[in-house]
């Protein structure tokens, strides 16, 4: 097992009554991209803000580095990047400017900057005020100054938001590039299904504040499995007929679910039908992610 | 903190804030030299003070309207910077102590205000020189008085700072801070004055040296400002960010 970058233990939020992040546990290895998926408002952010110190937990504590956040930050955050929502900057300086700022705080060498620039392809328009800028490019910017300094780890919220197709493509080339590339270890979170599916190695899924599934994208995958589907009457009969093969099914709704393994449909039909049961419906589905997705969080879609 | 100064007048370059703070002092002598001279007869009839005079012009116009609204305005854009597209997220986010951050931004805040007031001085002396002002140049009244003025301002300075850094909307700050000043010459003639420190810059200009507690708004002055300001420290360091 590798070593964790980032590790929580029971991290948690509350505004009032309103517990925004409920008691999370993250784990995020080295040299990995670790997709924080969820739909709007599960608590991403607020999880970000949190391992960066700009939102102080209710309980619980984030450790990055194995640092703790709360005793070392000026440790931590020297070591790592971050953008938290949408790309912040100053509107009035120029891309060189703002991340002159970075880098007399991080006291960087001054050839960083045109390092990062190059990386994120922004050096022609270096001298260029920010808030002329598209939103491609400010997100650019935005990565620019997280990488600036030989960061360890990047935290990006929501590093695709508002681009358009062609912007989302470079984007994630970028983020996928930056282990290989740098050897950083990425933490990013997205509401997008498929953009944690085409950029991350690692998936973490929040819903309501609660931590519902952690580990490998292939590990989400596996729970994909084909499953037999049938509609057979009478149900209640059906089943019991069924489990008392050793089947473990799963009613839902008006339908049976068996997972397929090895089991053959045909025998299994025959079957139904020689015990005198109505088989109206037989099908394999497999499920994608997405339907993982909505089984994990109970139907809070993306 | 050289480091976080630095940083904080870097984003403020190509603010329209410095502008404002030089140009609007100047102006203001301007105009207080223009009404002067409209009614030279009647202000030296008595042999009055010329260069006295020119700074009595001034101040009127300067210390009851436009000083305290350029605090709002200097404290305002000081705070807007960092609200305005996230900058204040992403710049707690790097190695800096919060405590640097707010001293930085309140120490750069009061320069400029203090930067104001000098503009201010130096468009007095050179009014002066222009309209061939008699006599050596009072630097009592053309200086001292400027920088106690500045000093009555501190409380007009900490409470628009608190207002603009840690309410990410500027219309609050703002309305609050020219609200406030707005009426403050009225108050500045009732005995209630002392409770509202947006009187304490007239008294220090205007009051001379006749009413009682003449002391009175710069020891105010200054203690409310160092409290605020400790207060403002604990608050900042405690706040949860959530622009």
Known sequence: MSELVVETQDLTKKYGNFTAVDGIDLQVRKGEIYGFLGPNGAGKSTTIRMLLGLVKPTRGDARIFGLSIRQSPMEILKRVGAIVESPSYYGNLTAVENLEITRRILGADKKEIDRVLEIVNLSQWKNKKVKNFSLGMKQRLAIAQALLGNRELLILDEPTNGLDPAGIHEIRQLIKNLPGMLGVTVLMSSHILSEVELTATSVGIISRGRLLFQGTLEELRRKSETEICIEAHPQDKALKFLESKGLKVKARGNRLFIKKNSLDAAALNRALVMEGFDVTHLSTERKNLEDIFLEITGGDAL | ?243
């Open chain 2, 1 to 243: 903190m050289k480091k976080m100064l630095e940083v904080e007048l870097l984003k403020l370059k190509n603010s329209w804030v410095l502008l404002v703070a030089t140009l609007a002092p100047g102006f203001m002598v301007f105009q207080g030299v223009a009404n002067f001279l409209r009614y030279y007869e009647l202000f030296t009839s008595r042999g009055q003070n010329v260069w006295h005079q020119i700074y009595l012009q001034s101040s009127i116009f300067y210390v009851s309207a436009m000083l305290p609204v350029l605090i709002t305005l200097i404290m305002v854009s000081i705070a807007r910077i960092e609200y305005k597209s996230g900058g204040l997220r992403y710049f707690l986010t790097l190695p800096v102590k919060r405590s640097g951050v707010y001293a930085a931004k309140l120490i750069v805040g009061c320069m400029v205000c203090l930067f104001n007031v000098l503009v201010f001085s130096l468009s007095l002396l050179v009014a002066g020189k222009v309209i061939n002002a008699p006599g050596s140049i009072p630097y009592d009244i053309i200086l001292t008085k400027p920088l106690m003025v500045y000093i009555a301002s501190l409380p007009v300075m900490i409470i628009t700072f608190l207002l603009s850094i840690n309410i990410s909307q500027m219309g609050i700050p703002l309305g609050i801070g020219i609200g406030f000043a707005l009426p403050s010459l009225l108050v500045a003639n009732t005995r209630y004055w002392v409770f509202y420190p947006w009187t304490y810059p007239i008294m220090a200009a205007l009051g001379g040296d006749f009413f009682e507690k003449a002391y009175f708004p710069f020891a105010a002055g200054f203690l409310i400002f160092v409290l605020l300001a400790f207060a403002g420290l604990r608050w900042f360091m405690e706040k949860d960010v959530l622009d």
